[in-house]
């Protein structure tokens, strides 16, 4: 069991968001007793090749929240995403709300700071952020108490958001058919992901889990929710009893054969800056492109 202060007896209304483009599932969150909320993961499009971004997806989450007189609190990134932008600047500035990642964005800032040769002017200290979380803090949504775990591997600065009944895994996990994330980007570690996912799994049998991503393995349809029961005893790379030799040696050949992310260039310049676009000296929103460094 965990030592995390699980309250299995508050259940929040979860909304799910798939976005085709990035198989990405975003979240708006609902304390059962008030009209408060958070948004996990979102989405900003960007149409790479024309250089165009645009805010369909954040405008969907918005419009949601307003229709249903929701009260925005938390913004929450469960850790800098590779394969996505985020749009939590845009929604901030529509509806309000903190923006919190883990207190390690600052190691993801350092490393890949220096990929993207960024300036003294560039902050490394997490300060685009409004809350940095460590190990078990708690917050609220509203009257429903949330809080954060420690998960690296996938990247150095993952983490795991329990509210209630609820857990948002970020990239830690994917549905049991889907297994696990990659652990080879800069700061990744096979070994440090499956003492995560441990972690994880030590939540009570019955919280619900929520993926960031789904790829629909084997044509099955997209999904999202599962519960940790079901992902210790079905989940392909860790489930029935798998140990953590065998899933290094899993993870570490997975990995040398993947592709890097589609969005990978433009999604960690965005992201490590809490989803606003870099600009160049004259403030217009510039992309770099790093060579043979990635």
């Given at each position: 069991?965990?030592?995390?202060?699980?309250?299995?007896?508050?259940?929040?209304?979860?909304?799910?968001?798939?976005?085709?483009a990035t198989?990405?599932?975003?979240y708006?969150?609902?304390?059962?007793?008030?009209?408060?909320?958070?948004?996990?993961?979102?989405?900003?499009?960007?149409d790479?090749?024309?250089g165009r971004?645009?805010?369909?997806h954040?405008?969907?989450?918005?419009?949601?929240?307003?229709?249903?007189?929701?009260?925005?609190?938390?913004?929450?990134?469960?850790?800098?995403?590779?394969?996505?932008?985020?749009?939590?600047?845009?929604?901030q500035?529509k509806l309000?709300g903190?923006?919190?990642?883990?207190?390690?964005?600052?190691?993801v800032?350092?490393?890949?700071?220096?990929?993207?040769?960024?300036?003294?002017?560039?902050?490394?200290?997490?300060?685009?952020?409004?809350?940095?979380?460590?190990?078990?803090?708690?917050?609220?949504?509203?009257?429903?108490?949330?809080?954060?775990?420690?998960?690296?591997?996938?990247?150095?600065a993952?983490?795991?958001?329990?509210?209630?009944?609820?857990?948002?895994v970020?990239?830690?996990?994917?549905?049991?058919?889907?297994?696990?994330?990659?652990?080879?980007?800069?700061?990744?570690d096979?070994?440090?992901?499956?003492?995560?996912?441990?972690?994880?799994?030590?939540?009570?049998?019955?919280?619900?889990?929520?993926?960031?991503?789904?790829?629909?393995?084997?044509?099955?349809?997209?999904?999202?929710?599962?519960?940790?029961?079901?992902?210790?005893?079905q989940?392909?790379?860790?489930?029935?009893?798998?140990?953590?030799?065998?899933?290094?040696?899993?993870?570490?050949?997975?990995?040398?054969?993947?592709?890097?992310?589609k969005?990978?260039?433009?999604?960690?310049?965005?992201?490590?800056?809490?989803?606003?676009v870099p600009?160049?000296?004259?403030?217009?929103?510039?992309?770099?492109?790093?060579?043979n460094?990635?």
């Amino acid at each position: 069991m965990t030592d995390y202060p699980v309250n299995l007896e508050t259940k929040p209304v979860v909304q799910a968001f798939f976005d085709e483009a990035t198989n990405t599932i975003s979240y708006i969150v609902k304390d059962p007793t008030s009209p408060a909320c958070a948004i996990v993961d979102s989405v900003m499009d960007i149409d790479y090749a024309a250089g165009r971004i645009t805010y369909d997806h954040a405008d969907e989450l918005i419009r949601q929240i307003q229709d249903q007189g929701l009260r925005l609190e938390w913004i929450i990134e469960t850790h800098v995403h590779a394969d996505h932008l985020s749009a939590a600047p845009y929604i901030q500035e529509k509806l309000g709300g903190k923006i919190g990642i883990g207190s390690k964005i600052m190691v993801v800032q350092d490393t890949f700071g220096k990929v993207f040769n960024e300036g003294t002017e560039f902050q490394r200290d997490g300060s685009q952020f409004d809350a940095l979380f460590d190990d078990g803090d708690t917050y609220m949504v509203g009257n429903m108490q949330a809080f954060a775990m420690y998960t690296p591997g996938h990247t150095p600065a993952c983490m795991v958001h329990v509210m209630g009944d609820a857990a948002f895994v970020g990239d830690t996990l994917f549905m049991p058919d889907g297994g696990s994330a990659r652990a080879d980007f800069p700061g990744g570690d096979a070994g440090t992901l499956y003492d995560s996912i441990q972690k994880v799994l030590a939540l009570p049998d019955e919280t619900r889990l929520f993926m960031c991503h789904d790829y629909g393995p084997n044509g099955r349809d997209i999904a999202w929710q599962t519960t940790v029961a079901e992902e210790k005893a079905q989940n392909i790379h860790v489930g029935g009893g798998k140990t953590k030799e065998e899933f290094v040696k899993f993870r570490t050949e997975r990995d040398a054969v993947l592709d890097m992310p589609k969005l990978i260039i433009p999604s960690l310049q965005v992201n490590m800056r809490a989803g606003e676009v870099p600009t160049d000296g004259d403030g217009n929103p510039m992309l770099k492109v790093p060579v043979n460094t990635l």
